[in-house]
């Protein structure tokens, strides 16, 4: 079933967007929230699991202090207050993802309360985001539907379980509603989403990898007419797993929204599923009386009370933001905010300032890990940070350039045999033999070959048609495999032609 | 003024997955109205000097340091488990809830 949409810009022109976000964070400690089972991903099925995760009768959660720590660490960067007091809730539901019945989250005492990130958009205008709340809660497991078709749910015989997930520490990271992002609200969006993912990343508490479901967005969203004070009826797209997504999911669905109000329907409040391929959003439960959590505390666990003493020690000793640190390195590196955003979108940030810190000049850092190394990256599919070359590596290679040892087209054949596993830049210059050619001797014979097998040209050259030297360049560069260095090779074709550069 | 209706007994079988005839629920709405209105009285004797409690013990921060513990095995995990497949634990349908 397709939605109707209306055009982006009339649906704009007659309503103004609200969002809420909410964002799911897995922590990257080492176990559980409540229990001592590894959160190793990859591990066998049910392998990670032991009578508290699986709700056991008899078994009693302990809080994972790390978990509590890194709570408190996202709550200072996101400016917000810090409970001096609070408690875990039970939130009661029958759904097989969870063997306790329950999840173990907080209620109506979050750790985190009332803060705000400013999100940078494309422009440079800063947007500040209000921030509602951060919770701890835990995972749930992982669910593979059988018999239906290509693994959805709907028409499924029957659901196997893995319960390794269950209970690893996540922070639900929830806004205030979103208001006056107009038009640029799917913008703000999924700025929001990146800039937190930066945050979470610069404090060193999850890797927030989207693609591996460390961090997961749901986009609430609903249309007020303009000059209408009260919120409209919101959908809530679930499990919106990319920045592209996000930005997407916002817009479609302001567009169907506005399809459904500007016809005279009403927006149902539901759940709606984001669908990759095409960009839209289909209907998933609606909302009824079936979600009764009937929260309560959870007596199996003792308030958690961060003493002041504590947060103001893990205040100070928090990173650079990461809007700070860019704005910093942007002037540092002298380029501009469209280039630090090119840099920021493709992972490149870190493993160029790794690569200066191992000695390289910035524009070189830049140069390869923006240039041959994410086109690689991109080709295979990976993260920048996962190509197998060091920051190290990287320098050396702009290293052999700036001193001559190489040329940009060896450099890359440089890098082509570290990412294929052949060893440090200078192992694979030495077994490849990647050394510029610019001795007198060598060079010589090819440059008086070259005059000799086209003398045509040549002549043309002696005429004073001194542009024409770049075809005999062309032709030393080809019988030197790319060694030569070019600059020189130019120097003495002219000199032998007795012309002035 | 506490208590529970038969409506609310009958909401929270729903809920809890619990299949209560006509009598179960007058029956069970009585003695659950009952109960309620005992602890009610607690209420009555605290006045607001006292705070509300959730937990016996005057504790906080009970904490564990992020060390792995050994889990169980997966055989272990999925012995009490009324059906497995593929080392997971298996689940009729779920009918219309995603």
Redesign the interface.
Same mark, same amino acid.
């Given at each position: 079933m397709t939605s109707e949409l209306l055009s982006y810009e009339d649906a704009l022109a007659s309503y103004d967007p609200v969002m809420g976000l909410e964002v799911h964070v897995e922590l990257g400690t080492r176990t559980k929230m409540f229990c001592g089972c590894s959160t190793e991903l990859g591990a066998e099925p049910n392998s990670q699991t032991c009578p508290t995760c699986l709700g056991l009768p008899g078994s009693l959660p302990v809080v994972n202090a790390i978990g509590v720590e890194s709570a408190v660490k996202i709550g200072l960067a996101l400016n917000c207050e810090i409970a001096e007091w609070c408690r875990f809730a039970r939130k009661n539901y029958f759904y097989p993802d969870m063997p306790k019945n329950f999840q173990t989250s907080q209620y109506d005492e979050p750790i985190a309360f009332n803060g705000y990130l400013d999100v940078q958009l494309e422009d440079g205008e800063i947007f500040r985001v209000e921030i509602e709340r951060a919770h701890m809660e835990e995972d749930t497991g992982k669910s593979t539907h059988v018999g239906g078709a290509t693994g959805r749910i709907h028409g499924a015989s029957h659901s196997l379980l893995d319960y390794n997930r269950a209970g690893i520490p996540l922070i639900e990271i929830v806004t205030k509603p979103i208001e006056g992002a107009g038009e640029r609200a799917p913008e703000v969006a999924k700025a929001y989403v990146a800039e937190l993912r930066e945050v979470i990343k610069a404090l060193n508490v999850s890797e927030a990898r989207m693609d591996k479901g460390q961090m997961r967005c749901d986009v609430n969203l609903s249309l007020r007419p303009h000059g209408v004070e009260k919120f409209g009826t919101r959908s809530e797209t679930k499990n919106v797993n990319s920045l592209r997504s996000v930005e997407r999911a916002a817009r479609f669905e302001i567009q169907r929204h506005a399809a459904v109000l500007s016809s005279g329907g009403t927006i149902v409040q539901e759940t709606r599923h984001f669908h990759e391929d095409d960009g839209s959003t289909t209907s998933g439960r609606i909302k009824d009386n079936a979600e009764d959590y009937r929260y309560f505390p959870e007596p199996d666990l003792v308030p958690v009370a961060p003493a002041r003493a504590w947060v103001e020690e893990l205040r100070s000793g928090l990173p650079e933001m990461p809007r700070v640190r860019r704005n910093r390195l942007r002037e540092e590196w002298g380029v501009s905010e469209h280039d630090m955003q090119s840099m920021l979108n493709a992972g490149a940030v870190d493993p160029i300032v790794a690569t200066i810190e191992a000695g390289a000049d910035a524009a070189g850092a830049r140069k390869w890990w923006m240039g041959e190394l994410a086109r690689n990256a991109n080709e295979q599919g990976v993260a920048l940070d996962e190509l197998p070359v060091t920051p190290a590596q990287v320098a050396r290679v702009v290293a052999l350039v700036s001193e001559g040892s190489l040329n940009d087209k060896l450099a890359r054949q440089v890098i082509e045999g570290v990412l294929a596993g052949e060893g440090d830049p200078d192992a694979v210059v030495e077994k490849r033999g990647l050394k510029v050619v610019s001795d007198e001797g060598a060079l010589g014979s090819a440059v008086d070959e070259a005059i000799a097998s086209n003398a045509a040209i040549a002549d043309k050259i002696r005429g004073g048609k001194v542009a024409a030297v770049g075809a005999l360049v062309g032709a030393v560069m080809k019988t030197t495999r790319g060694q030569a260095d070019a600059a020189r090779v130019k120097e003495l074709i002219l000199e032998r032609l007795g012309v002035e550069g | 003024m506490p208590g529970i209706t038969r409506e609310e007994v009958a &909401? $929270?079988a729903r809920?809890? @997955?619990l299949e209560l005839k006509g009598e179960e629920l007058d029956h069970f709405a009585g003695q659950l109205d009952d109960i309620i209105g005992a602890v009610a009285r607690v209420s009555e004797v605290a006045d607001q000097d006292v705070p509300p409690t !959730? &937990?016996p =013990?005057p =504790? *906080?921060?009970?904490? @564990?340091?992020? +060390?792995?513990?050994p !889990? =169980? *095995?997966?055989a272990q995990? $999925?012995s009490?488990a009324p059906a497995q +497949?593929?080392? @997971?634990?298996?689940?009729?349908?779920?009918l219309? +809830?995603?």
């Open positions: - | &909401h $929270l809920l809890a @997955r !959730s &937990h =013990l =504790l *906080t921060n009970v904490m @564990r340091a992020d +060390e792995v513990r !889990s =169980l *095995t997966p995990a $999925l009490g +497949e593929q080392q @997971r634990f298996k689940v009729p349908q779920i219309g +809830e995603d």
